[in-house]
């Protein structure tokens, strides 16, 4: 049989939607066809949201480590009490605690190598503050020593990334500085490359201020902070362009110029990422040396046990992390034996683009 990827699927909130998400998702056959899963989380939690929503045919096999796992089924870890209690539509500390205990012995069996990526079924950002970290990006920061990661939200018209993301509105400002835009573009930059092989990608970077500031009538970061670190991500090979008008670029369709987008807060770019890609997307955590995706959806603790939780979130949070472990795999086998790049007068040219490419680029996108 065809060697497939080991998934490891954490539960997340167990009074929230995810056991649904995660049901709806392993139920069809197809899962099984691509990956094999393996749910980080209780098979009694599993048959008691099973029986809430009343689904039939859906069965878990119980096993105690990946190298268990049987193929042509959905696995399961029990990793937490059998004695968890269940309060549907509620966040709880018990339910806290057990998204983290689950979550971090898939990252730990991720860390060991005996699975290849985590995909995430929705937990509550309070749960992080568990383990001291403001959210799930910081959480995940500190355990692989990185300084920093990015959520990269990923849909099938847009991907946007963050210079800021769980801060207070009123602490946006101070994180803006041209220092900070520029290291996210250098991440966004080389997960486009490495993750999505997008050879020369297009980053299109939104302003702060309304109107972009109208030449620093209603603000000046963007004359003094943004546009000086777009110029010098430019001189770097990096193709940043803007900054745009929140407005301007997501009311039509010139967002679909670019390869990926750079809000600069949180709201500024998931408000029109679920207005266009709706609740199907999914989230990559850039910036690690692991293979982590999570869903857009939440915990929705409102419909809960209703039966009408959307698995398209997790089921494209899990094609996302089969796609990325494979590109990041392909690219690095390329790297070993990298082929030399020709331009179409046939001179060997570097797949970063210089200072004079990036001009023609931009003044094609703004034509």
Same mark, same amino acid.
């Given at each position: ?5 080991? *998934?490891g699927?954490s539960?997340g909130?167990v009074?929230g939607?995810s ?7 392993t139920?069809e056959?197809?899962i099984c066809?691509i @990956?094999?899963? *393996?749910l ?10 099973r029986?809430t929503?009343?689904i039939?045919?859906f069965?878990?096999n119980s096993?105690q ?8 089924? @959905?696995?399961?870890i029990? @990793?937490?009490?059998d004695?968890v209690?269940?309060?549907l ?10 998204a983290? *205990?689950?979550l ?14 985590? $995909?995430?079924?929705?937990?509550s ?7 001291n970290? !403001?959210? /799930? ?10 300084k920093d990661?990015m959520?990269l ?7 946007i990334g963050?210079?800021? %993301?769980?801060i207070?509105?009123?602490?946006? %400002?101070?994180? =803006?500085?041209a ?9 966004l930059?080389? @997960?486009?490359k490495?993750d999505?092989?997008?050879r020369k990608?297009? *980053? ?6 309304? #109107? %972009?500031?109208?030449n /620093?009538?209603?603000?000046? +970061? ?11 991500a430019r001189?770097?090979? =990096? ?7 929140a407005?301007?670029?997501? !009311? ?8 990926a ?5 949180h709201d500024?770019g998931?408000i ?6 709706g609740?199907?997307g999914?989230v990559?955590? %850039?910036g690690l040396? $692991? $293979?982590?995706?999570?869903? $857009?959806?939440?915990t ?6 209703k039966?009408?939780a &959307?698995e398209?979130?997790l ?10 472990y494979?590109n990041?795999?392909?690219? +690095? ?7 030399? #790049?020709y ?11 210089n ?8 003044e094609e996108?703004e &034509?």
């Amino acid at each position: 049989m065809e060697n497939r990827l080991k *998934i490891g699927i954490s539960h997340g909130d167990v009074n929230g939607i995810s056991y649904e998400l995660i049901i709806k998702m392993t139920a069809e056959n197809r899962i099984c066809e691509i @990956c094999t899963p *393996i749910l980080y989380g209780s098979s009694k939690v599993a048959a008691y949201h099973r029986k809430t929503l009343n689904i039939e045919n859906f069965n878990l096999n119980s096993i105690q480590n990946p190298q268990e796992a049987n193929a042509k089924r @959905c696995n399961v870890i029990n @990793c937490v009490d059998d004695a968890v209690k269940v309060e549907l539509g509620k966040e709880t500390q018990e339910g806290d605690e057990v998204a983290m *205990i689950a979550l971090k012995e898939a990252l730990d069996a991720l860390d060991q190598h005996a699975i290849d990526a985590v $995909v995430a079924a929705p937990q509550s950002v309070k749960s992080f503050g568990l383990e001291n970290a !403001s959210g /799930c990006p910081a959480f995940l920061a500190a355990r692989y020593g990185v300084k920093d990661t990015m959520p990269l939200l990923v849909g099938a018209k847009m991907k946007i990334g963050f210079v800021t %993301t769980h801060i207070p509105f009123k602490e946006i %400002t101070p994180h =803006i500085t041209a220092e900070h835009i520029g290291k996210k573009l250098r991440m966004l930059d080389n @997960c486009l490359k490495k993750d999505f092989t997008i050879r020369k990608p297009r *980053i299109a970077v939104l302003g702060l201020n309304p #109107h %972009t500031g109208e030449n /620093c009538t209603f603000g000046e +970061e963007e004359q003094n902070i943004i546009l000086p670190a777009l110029e010098r991500a430019r001189e770097n090979g =990096i193709m940043a362009l803007g900054p745009y008008a929140a407005d301007n670029l997501f !009311s039509g369709m010139e967002f679909e110029k670019f390869d990926a987008i750079l809000a600069l807060y949180h709201d500024q770019g998931m408000i029109p990422f679920k207005a266009i890609e709706g609740y199907e997307g999914a989230v990559l955590m %850039t910036g690690l040396p $692991v $293979v982590y995706t999570s869903t $857009v959806t939440g915990t929705a603790y409102d419909i809960v046990g209703k039966g009408e939780a &959307d698995e398209s979130a997790l089921r494209n949070a899990l094609y996302l992390a089969i796609d990325v472990y494979n590109n990041r795999l392909q690219n +690095e086998e390329l790297a070993t034996n990298p082929l030399q #790049h020709y331009d179409v007068a046939g001179n060997a040219n570097e797949s970063d683009m210089n200072v004079e490419q990036i001009a023609g680029v931009k003044e094609e996108i703004e &034509d």
